[in-house]
């Protein structure tokens, strides 16, 4: 079966501008994730979607940071306008359902640069 | 609140060996599920193994397993006569689960485990 898909694989912007970053889950996979990782670091939740619904975005810097999953499939994740301390990898993952014995997949991430 | 703690940044190990990276984590609950990552320079990131903490035997997956310390908390991974291609940031995950049951993962920092020839 095909893996979770990301773009752009890189992406260096200036800080302010905005950005956005697009993720094709598993198909059939009702539960999608985006993670932060910043360099040294371990991956850092942001959103986790169940379809089309949140199910957690406490970490998720709402005030400039969006995403979205309008139809349950494919999600965007935004960023306007971008800081300095953005810079990081935005990995995607996805799971069936999002239950207690699923697994979750990730994508190939997509490296933001902000100079 | 739940934490994940790898305590060492970076391994070694010649081909061939064996090696073992530390992850201890912090939890009140008594059921959950621990993982261990692998991220390969590519920064794919694959499932290494899992492990049910209701469970007391350990997980293996051929040439991985851990040792798991329930009472300790401790949940470390050993790779047995490791390979250029198991060189990767090694990352382990404790699996915190909502009361609707979905969950969500908390990771630690990284090993990051370099294979000599």
């Known amino acids: 079966e095909a893996g979770v898909a990301q773009s752009p694989r890189y992406k260096i912007i200036e800080k302010r501008q905005s950005v956005a970053f697009w993720c094709n889950p598993i198909?059939?996979?009702?539960?999608l994730y985006w993670y932060q990782q910043i360099l040294g670091q371990g991956p850092k939740l942001l959103i986790q979607?169940?379809?089309?619904?949140?199910?957690?975005d406490s970490q998720l810097p709402k005030d400039r940071f969006s995403a979205e999953r309008l139809k349950g499939v494919d999600s965007t994740l935004k960023i306007q306008p971008a800081k300095l301390e953005d810079s990081a990898v935005y990995l995607c993952?996805?799971?069936?359902?999002?239950?207690?014995?699923?697994?979750?997949?990730f994508g190939p991430g997509t490296r933001l640069t902000v100079l | 609140a739940q934490t994940v703690t790898q305590s060492q940044p970076e391994m070694s190990v010649q081909e061939a060996e064996t090696v073992t990276l530390s992850c201890t984590y912090d939890?009140?609950?008594?059921?959950?599920?621990l993982f261990w990552y692998k991220q390969p320079p590519s920064r794919q990131m694959i499932l290494v193994i899992r492990?049910?903490?209701?469970?007391?035997q350990n997980a293996t997956e051929n040439r991985f397993s851990v040792n798991f310390q329930k009472a300790a908390k401790s949940f470390s991974l050993k790779i047995s006569d490791s390979q250029l291609g198991d060189a990767a940031m090694y990352f382990c995950?404790?699996?915190?689960?909502?009361?609707?049951?979905?969950?969500?993962?908390?990771f630690g920092t990284g090993t990051r485990l370099k294979v000599l020839a």
């Open positions: 993952a996805s799971s069936l359902d999002g239950l207690l014995t699923d697994t979750q997949y």
């Open positions: 198909s059939g996979h009702a539960t």
């Open positions: 979607f169940q379809n089309n619904g949140v199910v957690d």
């Open positions: 939890t009140s609950e008594s059921d959950y599920y």
């Open positions: 492990q049910e903490a209701y469970k007391q």
């Open positions: 995950a404790y699996q915190i689960t909502y009361t609707s049951g979905t969950y969500k993962y908390i």
